[in-house]
């Protein structure tokens, strides 16, 4: 239904306004396949009427107005004449001229702009050479023709469509997008050579150590997996064997290649072995099928998280703006772009700052996100971190201070999927205020041109330990030597407290300088671990120190690299 607003019993809409009426007429009756000079049963009235009929055509009304009514019969010729004067053009098909590589099994999918006379379509489709295949449409206006049961490999095809083909209006097609009707589409492929080989894992998480206990599963296959491949082949063990519940689990098609997912039921247990099992039968569109298992071992990291002090929940995203609103994002999609406050994955709370993204080049991409008053990261914190929830994209996060690219960060490279604490010691910013005022994607090349990251808790001075002892108190102080040792780039510094203290741990060099803070908390007695990263020191000897009310040890530790 269509409402003119306005008395229409002795004079007419503006002639704008009737312009504009005829488009809008004319849009749907193509969306709709509806002729606007014919008429139909309506059931609800129980009457035969025009496809564009007034108000009064079917109920006890005046509307829409006597002479608004009887100028009817204008506006259904002037919406069939806007019809007629804009030939049918294809609008989009999942293949371009002269394309290369094209896969055997997959539909050759076709958009018409327009609302197609599908029997005429039908006998102005050839393929040569001739090949097998279903024709199939989805309303009048989406085409798909499926081959069966394979295109030929390794072959050379043209696509046409003559111009029999017309609209349900009787527009011949225009084939070459000219405006002009009259003239064939024509389009020329190739399809790929023979693949007999099975599918296989191309990247996946999680695997290999240190896997956060909130982990969640995501695994791309090479190509697109047959129709039910999966069922019953997907497992998670634990270090027994023994399989672990999981929820969530739905398979995906994109880019030509399978992505499978999954959810512990409940968080991992930390410090244990898991791992994931695609048993052998797993096969592609064309059959070929895995002959072995593919398995993916995987340890958690050994130790709980104990929150520090929150800046920032993201349980609304109020104070960042959107980066489509930001000049330092670029080559962003504009539609599939954005910052919002999101229920669809949350750690604690009820909500998470969701940024998606979606590039429109090959590299150089950058969705950034900024605050205007920023968070100040202080010289007493020991670290900052943020709670991601990456996507295995392989791009890069970066945290940005004091709105200078000379201060930013990087945090790390999203080669995860699911929960991770990011963290960083605080005296690594070299900024002199420490404000934290932007987080931002930076695009890299070959990896996932969209995704979606979802943000929570970024907060001072958290802190990831390993409780060795949770049932015997520790009975003294202890610093025990980090191992490896020596180590490149990271190794584990452990000590135990016998009651709760204020805890120091500092590293420095030679020189008594202090490089890195990594704890600076109040602690429960109980045995601690915590991992000092050197990647970014010199090779040499260094000395990590443990300072608290009544106790005080030192030892050195060699980054050779």
Known sequence: GTCMMGTYSSGLPTVSALESLTKLLAWKSNQRGIDPTDLSYHPSSGKVLRHISGHRSGCATECPGTALYNHLPNIR??????????????????????????????????????????AAVRTALYLSPVNDYDISW???????????????????????????????F????????????????????????????????????PSGNGVNVFTEMKFVFNEVLGENALIGKVKLLNESGGN????????????????????????????????????????DMFGNSTTTDILIPFRTQSGHYVSGTILDEFENVDNWNQPLDNPASVNIDSISTYFTAS?????????????????????????YISNSTGYIVSDTSSNYGIWVFGDLSGNEIY?????????????????????????????????PNKILTGIY???????????????EDFQLSAVTTS????????????????????????????????????????????????????????????????????KGFASGVYIYTIITERFNSSRKMLILK
Do not use: C
């Open 244 to 283: 672990v519940s999981y929820n969530n689990a739905k398979i995906e098609t994109s880019d030509d290649k399978s992505i499978v997912y999954f959810k512990p039921v409940t968080p991992l247990n930390a410090g244990s072995n898991y791992s994931v099992k695609y048993a052998a039968g797993i096969f």
């Open 399 to 431: 945290f940005s201070f004091d709105n200078s690219n000379s201060y930013d960060q990087l945090i790390d490279v999203i080669d995860w999927y699911g929960w991770e604490y990011l963290s960083r010691p605080s005296n690594s910013i070299s900024s």
């Open 138 to 168: 989805q309303g009048v206006n989406y085409l798909e023709l499926r081959p069966v049961p394979y295109w030929q490999f390794s072959t050379n095809y043209t696509l046409t469509i003559d111009t029999s083909a017309r609209n349900i």
């Open 467 to 534: 409780v060795k002892e949770l049932n015997n108190v520790p009975k003294e102080f202890t610093l025990r030597q980090n191992y490896p040792n020596p180590f490149n780039p990271a190794t584990n510094i452990e000590f135990s407290i016998p009651v709760r203290q204020n805890v120091k741990l500092a590293v420095y060099d030679l020189l008594g300088n202090q490089v890195e803070l990594l704890l600076n908390n109040s602690l429960n007695a109980g045995t601690y671990s915590l991992k000092f990263d050197g």
């Open 170 to 205: 009787g527009q011949q097609i225009d084939g070459n997008g000219d405006g002009v009707p009259g003239d064939p589409f024509t389009l020329n492929f190739s399809t790929t050579e023979p693949d007999n080989q099975a599918p296989f894992v191309e990247k996946g998480y």
């Open 343 to 367: 229920i669809e994955r949350k750690r604690s709370g009820n909500y998470s700052g969701k940024l998606a993204y979606s590039f429109t080049e090959e590299s150089n991409g950058l969705v």
């Open 77 to 118: 010729n002037d919406v069939m004449n806007l019809l007629l004067s804009i030939p049918p053009q294809i609008s989009h098909i999942n293949l371009v001229d002269g394309q290369n590589n094209f896969l055997a099994y997959k539909p050759i999918k076709i958009d018409f702009s327009q609302a197609m006379d599908t």
């Open 441 to 455: 994607i930076k695009q890299k090349e070959n990896a996932d041109k969209s995704g979606a990251i979802y943000l």
